[in-house]
């Protein structure tokens, strides 16, 4: 249930909704609450026509699939899962940068079970990403879906290596683990509901060119 006279932005807590805030002023928009404080799920802001929803990172493009949040903010690893029906991807916002890659115990020699073609146990959260860059690769693999702490399976045997994002590599190296393999890099993009941008178009129109405006290079 969309507001039909304004438009409903969704964001998750943490990194994202942190390195919006500056987009969002760039657009005249200042949130009434702070989601790591208040528990309220739904935000009022400056603006009577705009308000955020906050959600898990993963359930954003689902939001805006179904138009339950007209735009939302969501990390291209989550996009990618998702796979993007529905959604209008106009702008990378360049922020919440990482990178996927593929990750494994320093005592792994990962390009060597490559070279002799065997069968890698990895571990991920992005099972679809990680199954189109091994397949690509002609690397077989077992993938085995975690939902958290990824670094811990290769140290308990569940797994040879990880596909992971990795900014610092600072849990990595905690962890004992080499970053083996770059897959790609990644940043958050807008993502808005199709249908909305025909049917708001006038809202959603300058709060685009606002954050367009305001993108870091
Ligand atoms: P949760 O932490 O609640 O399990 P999550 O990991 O999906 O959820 P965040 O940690 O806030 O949520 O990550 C949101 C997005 O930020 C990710 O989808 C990714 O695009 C990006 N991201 C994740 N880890 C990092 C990082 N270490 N540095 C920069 N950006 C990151
Ligand atoms: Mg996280």
Known sequence: MTILNGITLALSKGRIFEETLPLLAAAGITPTDNPETSRKLIIGT?????????????????????????????????????????????????IAKCRLCVAA???????????RGARIRVATKYVKAAREHFAA????????????????????????????????GGTLKA?????????????????????????????????LEAFAGAVKK
């Open 46 to 94: 400056n603006r009577p026509d705009v308000r955020l929803v906050i959600v898990r990172a993963t359930d954003t493009p689902t939001y805006v699939q179904y138009g339950a949040a007209d735009m939302g903010i969501a990390g291209k690893d989550v996009l990618l899962e998702h796979g993007g029906a529905g959604l209008y991807q106009p702008l990378d916002l360049n």
């Open 105 to 115: 115990p320093k005592d792994f020699d990962y390009a060597a079970a490559v070279k």
């Open 137 to 168: 690769k002609g690397v077989h693999v077992d993938l085995i879906k975690l939902y958290g702490s990824m670094e811990l399976a290769p140290l308990v045997g569940l797994a040879d290596a990880i596909v992971d994002l990795v900014s610092t």
């Open 175 to 207: 962890n004992n683990l080499v970053e083996v393999e770059d897959i790609m890099p990644i940043s958050s993009r807008l993502v808005v509901n199709q249908a909305s941008l025909k049917l708001k178009r006038e809202l959603i129109q300058p709060v």
